[in-house]
């Protein structure tokens, strides 16, 4: 798990020198269960600033975090978990569009296979697979 999230601060730092998009960077976590993807998200969070606990919204299915400072380049980490939707038309109620249209969030979607078609074209994919109890491989 530690070098899971340690591995997540070092990918926020490849971030930084992502060209200006119109809209949200969205990232998809794809993986099954156990992969590494909420270790992922935590990483990230803790990188950005964040200092409450992060846990999966699995059953919230957001959590929206508020980032401060001038590490971050963007003011909102949204974490999704889109484990427990059936299709892409269950975004609307989160205010997914809304969410994406906005430069300032960085959207982290768990599960994003669930729906694709509610996904921008440029999003960018990690892939968790999970090994063994005590490895994970991810790939981007």
Known sequence: ME???TLAAEWVVSLRGLIPQTGAVVVGLSGD???GKTSFVQGVARTLGVEEHVTSPTFILERIYKLGGET???KYLVHIDCYRLDSAQELKHLGFEELASEPENLILIEWPERIVG???K???TLKFEFIDENTRKIEW
């Open 33 to 35: 269960l156990g992969s």
């Open 122 to 124: 440029d999003i960018i």
């Open 72 to 74: 971050s380049k963007w």
């Open 118 to 120: 509610a996904l921008p």
């Open 3 to 5: 070098e899971t999230q």
